[in-house]
């Protein structure tokens, strides 16, 4: 393995990339949205006669590099787009080629990620967990990979800090932290009654790609979600900020001066100004928009008797993370 103290050396010639993560419909977007708009982070659109802004997509990365689309060529149209640019990313391909010629032989290819997952959860999240993941990532050759395409993208963007937001990456913290010891985590966490309702519009409005999950999969997913970041909150305690959504949006100026302050970055008001001229998805038409407090009711998309069951099915983690409880007890 590649030592510690030598990845800290490269690591500090540039200031630590930032990635947003945390369960979907928990904010991420609008703090990607915020963070992206600082001058640290802002992406010129490339190729825009206009020089305007560029938000990025979500990656996706380590899941499309587990499952090894990148040995068939079949990268993910996101992927290519964090480059902002086509020709840069075909470089970094050719870059590639010796790495992906091992990946197609690599015994390790046989050894699946969800194998690696499903014995993590077996026997939950501590430093043996930890230790097989990092093991598995470095063999299958996915940490070379990672580290060469932030490298690539951050010289793109002529050594920029990089702020990528893909929910889910919460699953790959270990190897976040393997590959950037001091990379900066903004954890997003919302209550989930109200994290279950947005699930429920999101539904309504987006069905051809957002599937309907059942509340039973939902609670077990959020708190093997919230589970685990309280592992590694304790083990990374300098480098993982908790963004309370209901916190934030309530008082967007004070929350972004101490996101501003954990990053290392000056305040700039700017940041959490809404852009009128940028129109949001259907499923989100309010993401370019100032912050606003409140943007649905949860009991306009959920039953109380299902409020109430995700609250007592949730009632220890909702604890940890100071949630009170919309209804009545169970």
């Not at 990946?103 to 194998?115: A, D, F, G, H, T």
């Not at 699953?171 to 009654?193: C, G, M, N, W």
Request: aromatic share 16%; charged share 25%.
């Amino acid at each position: 393995m590649i030592s510690r103290k030598k990845r800290k050396m490269d690591l500090e010639k540039t200031a630590p990339h930032v990635f947003v993560v945390g369960f979907p419909r928990t904010g991420t977007t609008l703090v990607k949205r915020i963070v992206e708009s600082h001058p640290s982070f802002i992406v010129k659109k490339n190729g825009n006669p206009e020089n305007t802004m560029f938000f990025t997509p979500e990656t996706h990365i380590f899941e499309m590099l587990y499952q090894y689309k990148q040995v068939s060529c079949s990268w993910e149209r996101n992927v290519i787009d964090f480059f902002n640019s086509p020709k840069e990313f075909d470089r970094f391909l050719k870059k590639l080629n010796f790495l992906i010629s091992l990946q197609k032989i690599s015994p390790v290819r046989l050894l699946k990620y969800r194998y690696v997952y499903l014995l993590q959860k077996a026997i939950g999240n501590n430093i043996i967990s930890h230790s097989i993941r990092i093991w598995h990532y470095v063999l299958s050759l996915n940490y070379f990979i990672i580290n060469s395409y932030f490298d690539c993208v951050s010289s793109v963007r002529n050594g920029q800090r990089i702020v990528e937001k893909t929910p889910h990456h919460y699953q790959y913290l270990s190897e976040i932290f393997y590959s950037f010891p001091d990379t900066k985590i903004i954890f997003a966490i919302r209550h989930p009654v109200d994290v279950y309702s947005s699930f429920k519009k999101r539904a309504m409005v987006d069905p051809e790609s957002w599937l309907d999950v059942h509340l039973s999969s939902f609670c077990k997913q959020y708190n093997e979600c919230y589970q685990s970041m309280f592992w590694f909150l304790k083990k990374y305690p300098d480098n993982i900020f908790l963004l309370n959504y209901e916190t934030f949006v309530n008082d967007p100026e004070s929350g972004f001066k101490k996101l501003c302050n954990f990053l290392g970055e000056p305040y700039d008001r700017d940041c959490i100004l809404g852009d009128e001229s940028i129109k949001g998805p259907a499923w989100d038409p309010y993401v370019h928009k100032d912050v606003m407090k409140q943007t649905k009711k949860w009991n306009d998309y959920l039953s109380k008797r299902d409020a109430e069951e995700i609250e007592n099915r949730l009632e220890k983690i909702m604890g940890r993370l100071n949630y009170k409880r919309y209804t009545e007890s169970g």
